[in-house]
């Protein structure tokens, strides 16, 4: 069978960044990651991949610069409030058996899922004696996560999110509004790690109590899916919980055997 | 009923799929309430819905349809005689492999899902075995995805304006690219069943 030439040059270009800086795109979800990388190449001025993958291979700083069109940061504070509405619920009087308690925030973007559940822990009580772990594969979005800075525009939204989320006291309470932007209090971070870690490449780092990973899987074909699917089970203790997107499951994955479904609304999961 | 003779040269489709925007839940009624059990050609649609809380279109549609109806799931095979529509909030694509996919990608036309997110991707995947129908609304999302399904040898087909609920979609595609057929919601359902025979 004859293969469309754009369909060659894409998995060319997954293998050249792959074998170059060791960043595995391969088992990405094609349709998307084709669409990231064809709104890249003007950007690069580059007529076709070919030419976009010389560049890449040539000029790391390319690399970098195209790292930021192939993970396109998108996040939110509180995204999807009966999710959290769902882990005060369920999951905190769990956590509070624990005389401490780790999570990881897999594909943690800009961090805000970060500080949402650093805010839920502080609320609930436990953020003292929580670590949160949030890991992702892009420098610059782990950069912006530690700043804790977000624009003060996006904050009337996330403090709408906050309320419906079940929150306690005012979003405003927990940042410090100035030209325009909203640095998030110290304290939220304090027991916060952001790190570099890939969920296709790298391996499991720290037994955790709850792993959250919202709409990352969905970029993932199936086998990508399973893998990551395999670290949250061999990373969260005995009954652990897991928490995916809204429109992520499990259905159709190898490891649906391996949890049980604590709320199938709101995709969390349970560690059997 | 005599059934408008359609010219379809002999082609062969092995999907449908559908975007509409503003007035579009009736025109989507209109051309796919009548097709009848047994019908094969699989259809994916993307209907623009204010983005937050959850779209019960699925139920809406399937509680009229004679055909199964289904909201996508990622990385869910596409099923012959079955209708997939877009979450509310996601991007819905189709794969090389035949699976539809989600994804969170920004908006496109101020639209997630985006019908030329969709369309795009399914011109990809099945080439010129798809047809592409474009229905009424109020935005300039479709015409590229419409446009791309033809360049790639598959069959288009745009609401006839005059009879749209909103011109702006169907006139800004026709404008963009022109389309096979131009046909009122009647036309476009016999043409459903005709390609259905092929």
Redesign the interface.
């Known amino acids: 069978m004859k293969r469309?030439a754009t369909?060659i040059e894409l998995k060319l270009l997954a293998e050249a960044i792959y074998l170059r800086y060791g960043h595995d795109f391969r088992d990405y979800?094609?349709?998307?990651h084709?669409?990231?990388v064809m709104h890249a190449l003007p950007e690069f001025g580059c007529a076709t991949i070919s030419a976009l993958q010389s560049r890449v291979l040539h000029e790391p700083a390319v690399f970098q610069a195209l790292l930021q069109f192939l993970t396109?940061p998108?996040s939110e504070m509180f995204r999807d409030p009966s999710y959290y509405l769902a882990l005060r619920r369920d999951v905190v009087p769990l956590l509070q058996t624990y005389p401490s308690i780790k999570v990881w925030v897999a594909g943690c973007c800009t961090g805000e899922e970060v500080y949402s559940l650093a805010i839920l822990l502080h609320e609930e009580g436990l953020l003292e004696r929580s670590l949160i772990y949030g890991t992702d594969i892009n420098p610059a979005s782990l950069e912006k996560a530690r700043r804790g800075i977000f624009p003060l525009a996006a904050m009337q939204r996330y403090a709408d999110n906050y309320q419906k989320a079940g929150g306690k006291r005012q979003l405003s309470d927990y940042y410090t509004a100035a030209y325009e932007a909203a640095l998030l209090d110290r304290f939220l971070s304090a027991n916060v790690t952001f790190a570099d870690h890939s969920l296709a490449t790298d391996n499991v780092f720290s037994e955790t109590h709850l792993v959250s990973c919202r709409?990352v899987?969905?970029?993932f074909?199936?086998k990508l899916?399973d893998r990551a699917l395999g670290l949250f089970h061999a990373s969260l203790c005995h009954r652990g919980f897991l928490g995916l997107?809204a429109?992520?499951?499990m259905?159709?994955s190898a490891c649906r055997d391996r949890f049980e479904t604590v709320d199938r609304r709101e995709r969390l999961y349970r560690k059997l | 009923m005599t059934t408008p003779a359609f010219d379809l040269s002999g082609r062969t489709v092995d999907a449908v799929v559908i975007g509409a925007s503003a007035g579009g839940l009736e025109a989507l009624l209109a051309i796919l309430t009548q097709l009848p059990p047994g019908y094969h050609l699989p259809l994916v649609a993307v209907l623009h819905l204010p983005s937050h809380g959850d779209s019960r279109l699925a139920e809406v549609l399937g509680a009229r349809m004679r055909l199964p109806v289904r909201e996508a799931a990622d990385k869910e095979k596409v099923e012959p005689g079955t209708l997939y529509v877009a979450p509310g909030g996601y991007h819905l694509l189709v794969e090389q492999d035949l699976s539809l996919s989600l994804s969170c990608d920004p908006p496109v036309h101020y639209s997630r899902p985006s019908i030329d997110v969709m369309m795009e991707s399914a011109a990809d995947a099945w080439g010129e075995r798809l047809a592409g129908i474009l229905l009424t609304g109020a935005n300039e999302d479709g015409a590229g995805g419409l446009a791309c399904i033809g360049e790639r040898g598959g069959l288009t087909i745009v609401q006839d304006p005059d009879e749209a609920a909103v011109s702006t979609m169907p006139r800004a595609a026709i404008a963009r690219r022109a389309p096979d057929h131009v046909l009122g919601l009647a036309g476009i359902h016999a043409l459903l069943l005709e390609l259905d025979k092929h």
């Open positions: 469309d369909e979800s094609g349709a998307s084709k669409r990231r396109i998108v709409n899987l969905i970029y074909n199936r899916q997107g429109k992520e499951s259905d159709f």
